[in-house]
Structure formats: C-alpha cells, structure tokens
C-alpha cells in the first residue's frame, strides 16, 4: 500500500522533472535560434536613401537595398504610354499576385498601371522572379535594337538572360515567360521631392 | 521512458539494423554501477556536459567571429570588432560568448575535481591505468585548446600570452626554432599565428569529443571504482546506470548549473579570472602589460615554467610535470587503492592538492621574490609527491579493508 | 568520508581567501587605491554622461563601437531621431562616435593618442571607480616635477598624459558637486556603453536563477525518492 503512494510519488517527480527538463532545453534553444536571425546593425541597414533627380531620363540605375538590386527607372512619357494596352499578355496586369507584388501605396488604378508612386519614377526589386537573375533592361520598342532576343510585338521592358522571362515597362510579367510573379516592389516613400527612402 | 522509446515500431526498425537497442542497454541502461559511489563521481559527466556546451556555443559563436588581425580604427583589429559585434549587435550574442567563456573555465574547475576523485581513490590503479592514461591526453588537449582559443579575441592579454608560449618553444634545442615558426606563422605572433590557431581551436574540441568515446569504453570495460576502492561483487554491490545514476547525474547537472548560470548572468568576467580585465584593451605589439599572467587554469604549470631561471629548464620541468602524469599508475606500488585507507598517501595526495593550488596562486600573482620561493617550494612538493610514491608501499600500514581483504 | 570532506572544505576555503586577495592586491598596485562613486543607469543620469561625453570627451575621444543608432535603441538612453540628427551632423547614423581629432595630431598635442572609451571601464582595474577617481584627481605634484594638469596619483606613475578634462584643478568650492556629479554620470555612462546589455542579462538571470533552483530541488526530491530501493537492501 505504501508501494503505491511511493509509486505516484515517483511518477509524479519524473514527470515534473521531465516537463521542467524539456522546459529548460526550449529556452537554451531560444538564444541560439534567435543568435541566427539577422543581427541588430544589419536590421537597421534595412533602409535605404536614393535622390531620384539622378537618374537621367530614360535611364535605368541599379542601387542596392538590404543586399539585393534595386532597378530605378526614369521612364519618359512615351515609356508610360507603352505600358497600355496590353493586359491581355500579361499574367498579373493588376498586381493581384500577393504581398511582394502589391504595395500598401498602390492604392490607385493609376498607381496599380504604372506601379509607381510618381509616374516616371519605377522603384523595383531587380530579381526575377523566377530563379533570381537580374534581368536586362531593353526600353525600345521593336526589334531594331535587339534583334529577335525579343518578340515582334515587343513594346519594351526587360528580357531575363537566364531562362528567356519577358516584362513589361512595368515589370510585370509577360505570358509565356517562367517567371510566375511581377518583378517585386517594396515599401518605399518620398521624404523629399526627390529623395526616396526605401524600405 | 526510455523503455517507452525502445518499445515503438520506429526504433524496432532502427535496431534490427543496428542492434541499438542492445548498446542502449548493455551501455547506458542497464551498464552494472557500484551502488556505493559518492558526489565525486558526478564529475566525468559533468565534464561531458561542458564539453558539449562549448562545442555548441562555439558553432554559433564561430557564425559571426573572423580571425583577421588586420588594423581597424582605434588600435582595433577585424578579430576584436568581431567580437564587439557578437556583444553587442547579435541577438543573445552576449549570452553565447558569456556561456563560452565562463564554460571554458567550468570545464577546467570539472576536470580537476574529476582528476582529484581519480587520485585519492586510487581510480588511476589497475586495471584502469589506460583509462587514467587516455584521460591525460584529454587533460593535455583541453590545455592546447584553451590556450589556441585565448588567442582569438586578439586582447593584450591573448596576444601577449601567445607571444610569451610560442616564445618558450624556441627554447627547445634543435628543433625549438622550427617549431616556433611552424606554430607562429611568421616572426612574430600576427595575422598568420591567428588564423591557425583559430582552425586548431575548432578541430582539438572534436578530437577530444572522439577521444572522451575512447575513454568512456575503456571506462566501460573495467568498470567504475569506488570510494572503498575495492573490487566489488558484481551481483550485490552494483546497480544499474539507470534510472540510479541517471537521476543522481540530473541531479548533479542541477547544482553545478546554478553555479554556471549565476556566472554567466552575473558575474561572467569572474572578477577579472574568467575575462581579463588586459584583454579588453586591443593588442599593442609595441606595449606589454603590466602583469602578464596566463588565465588560472594554466597558472599552476607557469609557475613550474617560472621556477627555473633557464629558459630550457623551465620548459623541461613544465613538460616533466604533465609527463610525470601519464606515469603515475606505474610509479604507485600500493596494493590498497582508495586514500581511505591509505593514511601516508592520504596525507600526500592532500598535500599534493595544495601545492597545486598554491602553484597557481603563485602563477597568477606578480612575481615577487617570496612568491618564487613559495612557487620552488610548491614545485618541490607536486614533484614529490609523484617521486616519492613508489616507496610509499614499503612502509605504509594500511587500513584493513572492508570485507576482509 | 566526512573526514575527507571536512579537510576539502578547510582548504578549499584557505585557497578561496588567497585567491580573493589577489585582485586586491592588484588593485592597489597601479597607485592609490581608487575612490569609490555611485554609478547609476537611470535615463537622467545615463544622458547627462552623454552630455559630458559628447561635449567634453569627445574632443579627443572615440567610442567606436558605439552607434548613434545605438543611442536611440538602447532602452536606458533612447535619444529621439532628432536628438540623435543634432549630434551625428552629416555622419551617417549607423556611424559610431568618432572624435575629429585625428590620431597624429593628437599624439603631436599630448604625446599619445588617446584611447577609444568604448570598453575603459572594463580595460581598467576599478573600472567606473576608476575612471571617477582619475577625472577628480588632478592635483599639484608635490614634488613639483610634473606639471599642473598632468599630475594624477591615480594613474599608475603620476604622469597622465590627459590634461585635466573638467577642469578640477583650482575649481571653486560650490563647483565641486556639479563637477563631481558630471565625473559620476559619465563614468556611470562608460560603465553601460562598455557592457549595453547588462541590465537585460541580470533581468534575464534572476529568471534563469529561479528556475534552476525549481528544477534542482525536483531533481533532488527525484534523486531521493528513486534512491530508496538502494537504502532498502
């Protein structure tokens, strides 16, 4: 009888000893997981600072924004009429996709058009969004200046070199190109008439 | 519990093709255990613990540190701002180093209470003279470790400390010169030095973790001794590892974890003896500290190096004191084991303990003339004890042994 | 046993007190032994030493390792953006506090470049009651060898070749509380910036403390209570 009480006893202690164990093993795994997410000085490299007035126009700059390229765009007049007109070739002509393609200031048709919070000015991560390469920038329409790398039909944008994705002024993908998404925008904003803060 | 884990189809699967379920029990579970040992035999898996903590604090450390001694702003190094960045800018980073460097001398204060058990109770004695022996090594290649790891931070103290140890081995003839070169990377300690020292201190930990599998089957094969020092009937005087010893090793993880938390939450510099107060200043190769002392775990052999003006001398006497060690099975004639009854060795073996920890009182502290006698005198006993001990037998009157033997 | 025991505790002990008077010893060996301050992490106190330090420090000092985004992140100081675009000028914000006295002219000037602060409270033996004590320390050599400004007796030698910093020497009677106030916050500021974390770390111990002490104790009812079949036979 005495056994039985000492039996309980017993479980007792082994289980309150094994749940505080396995307490204990948790929060020791908590400092260590957490020593591998990005660290103080690189979260706080999150953003990035860009004067626009820069970029001459109809000239494309690639910058760097935490660690990735980032196309910057001073797209023409002309450049923004050929970004209509063509939804039908495109996967994603509104954006619809998700978060990385939708930003929270695309709040507009206009701005959903020109994916842009100032028309001339696109603001675009550089990867395609198939396996990452950064695609090249083929802004004349035709195929004069590059020959047949682009369809007849081309109304220019840019041309992956990797696996042959298509996209338009815009950077969103054309029909029949491996690369599922839009290039992707990001969080930015004016703080200035002409310095943008990305991120 | 672990019955319930042996029981499930999963590990019926893996242990018809590894017959796991068979070393579980025949080395963990079920391996026969003198019913009678004390708190000091807590230590060898103590020991284990620390080691398995430093090699994990050390992964995630070695995530962010660089050995580069190249010249950053301020008299600085890569090495040094490496540091400084795992302190401040990585998430728990301070936690991890703190653990490493508070662990490093945990390992340390272990390691001497298990090699402290395993002289007074004659543990080093046959048949055990090989697992005494293996464990010498690990004592040696804990030591190497250290000492390459200290290096790393690249303080005054880490460089000063390294210049003055691969110093020592150019005074070895014939081949001190070349092996000076070969550990330093160039004539000085510098950038070369670092990042050697930097790859020894990741591979000797891994090395002792194979080694301590050698040491825990030699173990395995004779069997633990016990305070009594006897051999013991295996049918009634032992009893399985688990759930026995299991508990009473949680136990002792228990305790010897207050004591390493409260360390590292509260006092990880350990008033200058685990973090030296030198080496938060960067290396200055034009400037020698003050004071120059090795961290005290290594203190003891320092004085042993210091004791002798003779540079060779020195380093003879430090090898001679490590060597002396490997010996020691062969150097004890007694039939009877444990000091318990052994009333002259006990008195030495205390004695021994206390040179010991005079040596390293005497290494840490600046040389003054009454400590270098006090170090000689010290040396004088640690050698004793160690010279004196194959004629111990001829004239010590033994306890007489429980049960009669 | 117990006999064994009782001659372990003895001299372990022994061991213990010789081992604890060591840094003592050491301490007093630099020079004076150091005055003792009471440093404190309170936002007031932390801004003040910020205060000193940026005005008075930082004319010859860096502390490199210490970010203006920093200053706005750590809790116990937490400066405004503002605060911290009125300090940092034109340098980035992620850039850390660099003095424009460059290391040449400085050594020309004093002799020697003056050290980076961001670990001197834990690269000196005393730590912030160093630093307390060399900063209120300055006085006539009374041996007349050493100039007024570079006389110290808490710097090992006497001579420093940091020249009076708040101006302690011949300063008025009503002047000594704010001056001593002023060596007080800043040394109570390098005594944070040289360990930022700390007060999370003690936070997160009293913590870690009570736990293990909770575990301990079950694994020691566990210990006792599975080690009655042993005392049984």
Known sequence: MSDKADHSRRNFLYVAAGGLGAVAAGATAVPFIGSMLPAADTLAAAKTEYDVS?????????????????????????????????????????????????????????????????????????????????????????????????????????????????????????????????????????????????? | MIE??????????????????????????????????????????????VLVLQILTGIFLVMYYKPDASLTYGGYTVAFDSVERIMRDIN?????????????????????????RGLYYGSYKGPRELLWIIGVVILLIMQ?????????????????????????????????????????????????????????????????????????????????????????????????????????????????LLGYCYFVFFQPEAWGYFIEVDNFVPANNLQTPAHIAPVWYLTP???????????LMGVVAMGASLAILFVLPFLDRSKVRSARYRPVFRQMVILFFISVVVL?????????????????????????????????????????????? | MRGMMMKMTRFSLIACLMLMLAPVMASAAGGVAVKHTDITFDKETLRAGLQVFTDVCMGCHSAKYVTYRNLMAYPEIGISREEADELRGDKALMAGLITELSPEDAAESYGKVPPDLSLIARARRGGANYTYSILTGYEADPDGKIEDGNYNVYYPGGRIAMPDPLAWMGHDAEE???????????????????????????????????FLVLLTFVLWMLKKEVWKDVKKH
């Not at chain 1, 000015?121 to 396996?131: E, N, Q």
């Not at chain 2, 170090?375 to 033994?398: N, R, S």
């Open chain 1, 54 to 199: 820069t970029v001459v126009e109809g000239q494309l700059v690639v910058i760097q924004w935490q660690g990735k390229p980032v196309f910057v765009v001073n797209r023409t007049a002309e450049m923004l009429e050929r970004v209509k007109g063509h939804d039908d070739k495109l996967k994603d002509p509104n954006s619809e996709a998700g978060e990385a393609v939708q930003a929270e200031w695309m709040d507009t048709d206009e701005k959903r058009l020109y994916r842009a919070i100032k028309p001339e000015v696109l603001i675009v991560v550089a990867s395609c969004t198939h396996l990452g390469c950064i695609p090249l920038f083929k802004p004349t329409a035709g195929q004069k200046d590059w020959g047949d790398s682009v369809p007849s039909d081309w109304s220019g944008g840019w041309h992956c070199p990797c696996h042959g994705s298509f996209y338009d002024l815009s950077a969103r993908v054309i029909n029949g190109s491996p690369a599922p998404q839009n290039l992707h925008v990001m969080k930015y904003e004016y703080i200035s008439d002409t310095v943008v803060l990305i991120g």
């Open chain 2, 4 to 49: 319930k884990m042996m029981n499930t189809r999963l590990f019926h699967w893996v242990d018809e093709r590894t017959d796991l379920g068979a070393i579980i029990k025949s080395q963990l579970t079920e391996y026969p255990v003198p019913k009678n040992l004390n708190y000091m035999w807590n230590f060898g898996s103590l020991a284990l613990l």
């Open chain 2, 92 to 116: 728990f980073g301070w936690l991890i180093r703190y653990m490493h460097a508070v662990g490093a001398s945990a390992f340390f204060v272990v390691v001497y209470m298990h090699i402290g």
């Open chain 2, 144 to 256: 190497g470790a250290a000492f390459f790891g200290y290096l790393l931070p690249w303080g005054q103290m880490s460089f000063w400390g390294a210049t003055v140890i691969t110093n020592l081995f150019g005074a070895l003839p014939v081949l001190g010169e070349y092996l000076q070169q070969v550990l330093r990377g160039g004539f000085a300690v510098g950038d070369p030095t670092l990042n050697r020292f930097f790859s020894l201190h990741y591979l000797f930990p891994l090395l002792l973790a194979a080694i301590v599998g050698g040491h825990i089957h030699a173990l395995h094969v004779v069997h633990s001794n016990n305070p009594e020092g006897i051999d013991i009937d295996h049918e009634k005087d032992t009893i399985p590892f688990h759930p026995y010893y299991t508990v009473k090793d949680a136990f002792g993880v228990g305790v010897f």
């Open chain 2, 301 to 311: 052999w320092y004085t042993i190096l210091r004791t002798f003006e003779d540079k």
């Open chain 2, 360 to 405: 390293g009182y005497c290494g840490h502290s600046a040389p003054t003339e009454t400590l270098a006698m006090v170090g000689t005198i010290a040396t004088c006993v640690y050698f004793g004890f160690f010279l004196l001990l194959p004629f111990v037998h001829k004239f010590e009157k033994t306890k007489p042994l429980p049960g009669g033997e």
């Open chain 3, 176 to 210: 000594t509380a704010d001056l001593e106030e002023q060596a007080r916050s800043v040394s109570s500021f390098l005594a944070f910036i040289g360990d930022p974390h700390q007060l999370e770390r003690k936070r997160l111990g009293r913590w870690v403390m009570g």
